[in-house]
């Protein structure tokens, strides 16, 4: 890993990637990796908290697993599991050739050979170039018993397993855990991370982001659509689009070379920006005209 020398560092080297970090942000990603401690994001769907993860670890050189969360998921999914059909498969060879020792034969199907990593379990094992960046994504779908389990695993960093034994990371991982907050997630768990709400960005940081991310499209352009997307985000929408959004559409206007925003360009292409029908519904007619003549007054010199 680069020797990190200051927050500033953290920014210039995620800003390589096309990662635009505030300060607060990159202050809180240099103190975990100065103190060895998981990082807890928190912030509405789309405004960059898995991709933190994938700049981080391209910059670092670090490999990135991520272990996506979901409503049932249990500790054995995301760590690990036997493979049951290879195990089949060896013990009825092993009964056709006769004369299997039993004992060596458990042994054996209870080994390495026939273990499947999961996710966090592979976030423990030695790697040459250093620990891995550990994404737990959307922490927040998940059910409660689980969390317990996350919370006593990131303490230790060690798993064990019955038959083999315990695993412990020789260096533990970068941990980042994020979380859209349809739930609250325990307090335990926050406490053990260093804590940070990723907002919506400005419209300055949000044009750095929109410059990384899409370079191609025209400085003109690229202020519209900022300038229009902030704007919405005021609306009382069920879903407010994320930069994530703000990324797509641009790209999708250039796909269609637009050069300028218009009433009919935006009723055209909302499904890149808006999600959900009641959304979209309350931008037709005169409403996008409004909306997008207002953002275009706030782009007008002071």
Same mark, same amino acid.
């Given at each position: 890993?680069?020797?990190?020398?200051?927050?500033?560092?953290?920014?210039?080297?995620?800003?390589?990637?096309?990662?635009?970090?505030?300060?607060?942000?990159?202050?809180?990603?240099?103190?975990?990796?100065?103190?060895?401690?998981?990082?807890?994001?928190?912030?509405?769907?789309?405004?960059?908290?898995?991709?933190?993860?994938?700049?981080?670890?391209?910059?670092?050189?670090?490999?990135?697993?991520?272990?996506?969360?979901y409503?049932?998921?249990?500790?054995?999914?995301?760590?690990?599991?036997?493979?049951?059909?290879?195990?089949?498969?060896?013990? %009825? $060879?092993? =009964?056709?050739?006769?004369?299997?020792? #039993?004992?060596? /034969?458990?042994?054996?199907?209870?080994? @390495? *050979?026939?273990?499947?990593e999961?996710?966090?379990?592979?976030?423990?094992?030695?790697?040459?170039?250093?620990?891995?960046?550990?994404?737990?994504d959307?922490?927040?779908r998940?059910?409660?018993?689980?969390?317990?389990?996350?919370?006593?695993?990131?303490?230790?960093?060690?798993m064990?397993?019955?038959?083999?034994?315990t695993?412990?990371?020789?260096?533990?991982?970068?941990?980042?855990?994020?979380?859209? %907050? $349809?739930? =609250?997630?325990?307090?335990?768990?926050? #406490?053990?991370? /260093?804590?940070?709400?990723?907002?919506? @960005? *400005?419209?300055?940081?949000?044009?750095?982001?929109?410059?990384?991310?899409?370079?191609?499209?025209a400085?003109?352009?690229?202020?519209?659509?900022?300038?229009?997307?902030?704007?919405?985000?005021?609306?009382?929408?069920?879903?407010?689009?994320?930069?994530?959004?703000?990324?797509?559409?641009?790209?999708?206007l250039?796909?269609?070379?637009?050069?300028?925003?218009?009433?009919?360009?935006?009723?055209?292409?909302?499904?890149?920006?808006?999600?959900?029908?009641?959304?979209?519904?309350? /931008?037709?007619?005169?409403?996008?005209?409004?909306?997008?003549?207002?953002?275009?007054?706030?782009?007008?010199?002071?």
């Open positions: 890993m680069q020797d990190i020398q200051s927050i500033d560092h953290i920014q210039s080297l995620l800003a390589e990637e096309g990662y635009v970090c505030g300060r607060p942000l990159a202050t809180v990603v240099f103190l975990a990796l100065r103190l060895g401690r998981p990082i807890f994001l928190e912030g509405e769907a789309g405004v960059g908290k898995t991709e933190i993860a994938k700049a981080l670890s391209a910059a670092l050189g670090r490999s990135l697993i991520r272990l996506q969360c409503e049932g998921l249990d500790a054995s999914s995301a760590v690990y599991e036997w493979n049951f059909a290879a195990q089949m498969v060896a013990i %009825r $060879t092993a =009964e056709a050739s006769g004369g299997a020792d #039993r004992s060596a /034969l458990q042994e054996e199907l209870f080994g @390495p *050979d026939y273990l499947v999961r996710p966090l379990l592979k976030a423990m094992r030695p790697d040459p170039a250093g620990a891995p960046v550990l994404l737990i959307e922490l927040d998940t059910d409660e018993p689980f969390e317990a389990f996350l919370l006593e695993a990131l303490s230790d960093f060690q064990t397993i019955p038959e083999i034994g695993i412990k990371a020789p260096e533990p991982p970068i941990v980042i855990v994020t979380s859209n %907050r $349809t739930r =609250e997630v325990h307090d335990a768990l926050k #406490r053990r991370c /260093l804590y940070h709400w990723v907002d919506y @960005p *400005d419209f300055d940081r949000e044009m750095a982001i929109l410059r990384a991310r899409a370079p191609e499209a400085e003109s352009l690229s202020r519209e659509v900022v300038a229009f997307i902030q704007r919405l985000r005021t609306e009382d929408l069920f879903k407010k689009p994320g930069v994530a959004e703000t990324i797509d559409w641009a790209k999708c250039l796909a269609l070379d637009v050069l300028t925003l218009s009433p009919e360009v935006i009723a055209d292409t909302l499904g890149a920006v808006l999600k959900y029908q009641d959304d979209i519904a309350k /931008l037709q007619g005169s409403e996008a005209k409004k909306l997008l003549d207002e953002s275009r007054v706030s782009l007008e010199p002071a």
